[in-house]
């Protein structure tokens, strides 16, 4: 079943998903410029006013997402289509709808003073004590809710193909192979597997958001519309939280063919690589209670069970994955380069970035770190050192294999430099949670402001990293097909 | 101290993430046959997934014996001081803020408008606890205080743009 079918013009898509790369990578940047001045605000090294800040953390924390997730969907897309039959007018559609909500919500927080941060909890979008408006409100939660309806076109397609092609998303995850009934040789890729669970996370997700969105709109235009505030909360992180996570499970996809190809070795789909996956997929469904341990409204079993799923949801990554990567590379002679050096480093970044989340989620440790900047200490190097790695990783691959763009000792330079001022902006905003900083403040007391001032420092070289990153990448796009290989076209192992 | 012992367990199993990934990295630049390589480390695997998952069950099953949901069992005699909380853009409307060390005290906290975040922090400006003050619900934060001095309140859930002014103070005397 894992003879490639699908994408009869690969080299066609290449240029399709160079776009959601391109658009995702400029996006990343800017938004570290934006991390970088909220920073530095914190640290008491530049002014900027209370309504500026949050209107700098609304777009931050949206855009990075947005950002990743698009990029992270054309990754997925370009390997997925090679075992499936995607279609590009959806992916077109996809990338329309999601630039659309783009601006929205740009208009909205820049023009509009809109600043509820992403979460947008209800009631705050109605309730903003007068500091932005209905236009506001609604620019930015219309905008939200075109762009997850761009990303729930995607997933249908997606889910659409995987079912045509295996019979069932549950057949994509491989139970058909878990349950014996059907031989190891026979399983899906994967790439499928991998695809498979985002499709089924993601649509729930975005079903979810679409919800709450719908809600938080009508209670804008119309007050008297009311509606639970904890179940609003609900819905919310079930759309954040699986949201956000999913970025990794997609763009892990790149681990999965880059490593084993780079260290000539085999990387098979088990049994176990099966199981995994499917506890992915139900952990990653449930665990989002672990952003509401300081809800003592909510159902205690719900918390509790928040706190073991998270722990449990450790154990794909820490026993399957990433050992897995860690296999294929030990004692393998593998050929150093950008893409996997990026993929590496990206494993690396995802594996440790467990630890702190499990710390976090351990309901004793949130009771006193929940909503400080432990919280993005973890996410950072998930999200920083992770996921966009392995994007980044994609892209120098993309380039190696489709054009003539030759990798310097800058890119190198960038390899490091990025790598050590992500690790430093993560580090910071531990220790800041250490020391109960709380997060989301537009000013600290001043215990609080050296390991922002760090940060910025951090970031600023981040940003320069990430520039030379995506300049290669746009060098790239220029060049497309100069170099007539047909690697990208080969199975992968 | 909470925050400390988060610290310090996340140094240490991070630590160790870093040398394992940079031992790899190092030893990657040997070029041996991969089966042999896959037989050892899968074996391996086994030990490493059950002294892992062992690890994980402990520590969950430890951690969750208190929660700061439960109720505590107050002595005789030894009524806990109620104290409503309410939640306003922006600030703290409290029914008391002065209390003896050794008192034992329920916060009852809820919110007037939206969501808001009841962070107690001690004079060292460390979270001692912390709830959610919602509208149209009311969580309970249980404490006793066991140092005098000035405690401050500070939003922890963004409210609005001036959810950092949101700032209280409770005092607590022998």
New interface residues.
């Given amino acids: 079943m894992s003879t490639v079918i699908g994408n009869n013009k690969p080299k066609s898509n290449n240029k399709l998903i160079g776009t959601s790369l391109v658009i995702g990578g400029v996006v990343i940047a800017a938004m570290m410029i934006f991390g970088i001045l909220m920073l530095l605000a914190q640290g008491g090294v530049i002014s900027v006013s ?2 500026m800040f ?1 209107q700098f ?1 609304t777009i931050h924390g949206t855009g990075m997402i947005g950002a990743a997730a698009l990029a992270a969907a054309g990754v997925m897309w370009y390997f997925l289509s090679r075992y499936v039959n995607l279609s590009r007018k959806v992916f077109i559609w996809f990338l329309a709808l999601v630039l659309i909500g783009v601006v929205m919500v740009v208009v909205g927080v820049f023009s509009f003073k809109f ?3 992403w ?1 947008f ?1 209800y ?2 979008p109605a ?3 007068s ?1 932005w408006g209905t236009i506001g409100a609604l620019l930015y939660l219309i905008g939200m809710l075109i762009l997850g309806t761009g990303f729930l076109l995607l997933y249908i397609d997606t889910g659409r193909a995987i079912i045509k092609t295996y019979g069932s998303l549950g057949k994509g995850l491989g139970w058909d192979v878990i349950s014996g009934k059907k031989r190891l040789e026979d399983a899906p890729p994967k790439v499928v597997v991998a695809s498979t669970m985002v499709t089924i996370v993601n649509t729930s997700a975005l079903i979810a958001g679409a919800t709450v969105l719908i809600m938080n709109i009508i209670n804008v235009i119309n007050p008297s519309f009311t509606f ?3 179940l609003a ?1 609900n819905l919310t992180y079930a759309f954040g939280h699986i949201f956000a996570n999913a970025i990794i499970y997609m763009a892990v996809i790149v681990v999965y063919e880059l490593l084993p190809k780079y ?1 000539n ?2 990387w098979a789909v088990t049994k176990l690589f099966l199981v995994a996956w499917t506890m992915s997929t139900v952990f990653t469904l449930l665990i989002y209670t672990h952003h ?1 341990l ?4 909510m159902p ?1 079993w719900m ?2 069970m928040g ?2 799923l998270s ?2 949801n ?2 794909p990554v ?2 399957v994955t990433a ?1 897995g990567a ?2 294929v ?6 050929k ?1 380069d950008m893409a996997s050096g990026l993929a ?1 480093l990206s ?2 970044g995802w ?2 970035g467990v ?2 989340a ?3 989620a ?4 949130n ?6 900047k ?1 919280v993005p200490g973890h996410f950072h190097m998930y999200m920083g050192l992770g996921a966009v790695v392995m994007l980044f990783s994609f892209m120098y691959y993309l380039a190696k294999i489709d054009s003539n763009v030759k990798e310097s000792k800058l890119d190198k330079i960038a390899f490091w430099c990025y790598a050590l001022a992500i690790f430093s902006v993560s580090a910071q905003f ?1 220790v800041s ?4 900083t ?1 997060r ?4 600290h ?1 001043p ?1 609080w402001m050296t390991p922002a001032v760090f940060g910025a420092i951090a970031g600023v070289f981040l940003v320069i990293a990430t520039s030379i990153f995506i300049i290669h990448f746009v060098r790239y796009m220029k060049n497309r097909g100069t170099l007539g290989s047909d690697m990208n076209e080969q199975e992968t192992a | 101290m909470v925050q400390t012992a988060a610290w310090v367990t996340s140094l240490v199993f991070m630590s160790l993430v870093v040398v394992v990934y940079a031992v790899v990295a190092w030893k990657s630049k040997e070029k041996s046959d991969y089966e042999p390589i896959k037989k050892k480390w899968n074996k391996a695997r086994k030990v490493y997934a059950t002294t892992l998952v062992t690890i994980l069950l402990v520590v969950c099953i430890y951690t969750l014996r208190e929660l700061p949901y439960d109720l505590p069992i107050y002595g005789e005699g030894q009524d806990p001081t109620v104290v409503d909380v309410e939640a306003v853009q922006f600030g703290w409307l409290m029914s008391e803020t002065e209390f003896k060390v050794g008192e034992p005290i329920e916060f009852d906290v809820t919110s007037k408008d939206v969501n808001h975040g009841f962070g107690i922090y001690d004079e060292d400006m460390t979270i001692i606890a912390q709830t959610q003050a919602m509208p149209e619900y009311t969580n309970t934060v249980y404490i006793t205080f066991t140092k005098p001095g000035t405690y401050k309140i500070l939003c922890l859930e963004y409210c609005g743009t001036a959810h950092h002014y949101m700032v209280s103070e409770l005092t607590v005397t022998e």
Avoid: C, E
């Avoid at chain 1, 590379?329 to 593998?334: E, L, R, T, Y």
């Avoid at chain 1, 949670?433 to 109960?436: D, F, I, R």
């Avoid at chain 1, 989301?440 to 000013?443: D, G, L, M, T």
């Fill in positions: 209370d309504a949050y953390l600043a509820s941060a979460t909890l009631p705050l309730i903003s004590a500091a639970d505030p904890l909360k260290a070795r085999k509401m300081m809800d003592f409204a205690k918390l509790i706190q073991a722990y449990a450790g154990l820490l026993v050992y860690l296999q590379v030990h004692k393998s002679g593998i150093w590496f494993m690396f594996t440790v630890v702190p499990i710390v976090d351990t309901i004793v440790v009771h006193v770190m929940h909503n400080t432990w531990l949670g250490a020391l109960s709380p989301r403040w537009a000013i007391y215990g």
